[in-house]
Structures are given as C-alpha cells and as structure tokens.
C-alpha cells in the first residue's frame, strides 16, 4: 500500500525479519528502550496483545495557537471603527461595542480550539509480531509519513540493533 504526499510516494507498510536468535522479550525490550531515546521520547505506547502493539505520537501545532492569540489582538483594531461610526457615544454603543467584542473573541477562541484540538500531527506505527521463527515484524504506518520517517529509521534499527536484515555482519559507526 502507498501513500501519495506531494510528489513523493511513501510505503505505509513494511516487514521487518529479525534474526534467528530474538526472541519476543528482546524485541519489547528493544521498543520500550527506543521509546525513551529523543526519537521516541514523543511516541507512546498501547499494547493490543502480546502480538500487537501500537506506538502513537500526536503533537499540536503551536502555530495555531499563536495566530489564535494574534487575532484576538488585532480585533481590538475592528472596534475602533465601529464606535467611530457610532453617531453618539453613548452606553448603549459602547456596551454593543464591547458585546461585538466579546463575541469576536468568542468565535476566535472556539476556531482556534477546535483546530488546535481536533486536529494534531499525527504518526502511528502500528507492529504485529508472527508466530514463526524468525520473528517477523508488520509494521503499517499512517499518519504524518514525510515527518516521522527518521524516527521510523530509529525505531526498525533499535529492534534489529544494528543487525543487517540479509544476514551480514553490521557496519558500526
């Protein structure tokens, strides 16, 4: 299965065999270690079954939150040409002036809440364990591929731990 993000095209599934000596307790001492390295630090972890695990990172944008707050600022400037149309400055316009406020902001808040909120980065890498020997690894990935594939890299080199996937002794750097 592909996803297509732009121009390029990012698998969203991959199988991982792990060599012949791991065992189902190396691998989750592997991912438990890897979720406390700075790639990881961001993911966490549910465990469906001994043979399903998924790791989950969901990060806000605080660029959101930030052009919320702005625009909460520059609609005090639609306020001043609302009481200058006003043709008496009386109360009754100066408490309609500050309703239309209080009602920009409202709606300024409940937007940038809900995008905020509803509406995060989101990676998942969701691994199923085999039955056989070796142990293979599916993992399907979904969410901000382009953005989480270096902490994917991560993760598929902390449970081979530096073993190559073909049978070969490893480069160590």
């Not at 993911?43 to 625009?71: F, N, Q």
């Not at 509803?118 to 199923?128: D, I, N, T, W």
Request: one cysteine or more.
């Amino acid at each position: 299965m592909y996803e297509f993000e732009g121009s390029n095209i990012l698998p969203s599934d991959d199988e991982i065999t792990v060599p012949d000596n791991y065992t189902m307790e190396d691998i989750k001492k592997r991912v438990k270690s890897w979720l406390v390295t700075p790639s990881g630090q961001e993911y966490v972890m549910e465990v469906v079954s001994e043979k399903h695990v998924i790791l989950t990172k969901a990060k806000h944008d605080m660029k959101i939150c930030c052009y919320g707050c702005v625009g909460m600022f520059l609609s005090v400037f639609l306020m001043i040409p609302f009481l200058i149309t006003q043709p008496t400055y009386s109360y009754e316009a100066l408490l309609n002036a500050m309703a239309g406020y209080v009602a920009v902001i409202g709606v300024i808040m409940a937007i940038t809440v809900a995008f905020f909120c509803l509406k995060p980065q989101k990676a998942v890498f969701e691994m199923r364990f085999g039955n056989e020997l070796p142990i293979k690894i599916q993992i399907h990935r979904s969410g901000e591929l382009k953005k989480s594939a270096y902490e994917y890299e991560s993760l598929k080199s902390a449970i081979l731990g530096g073993a190559d996937p073909f049978g070969g002794p490893a480069l160590n750097y």
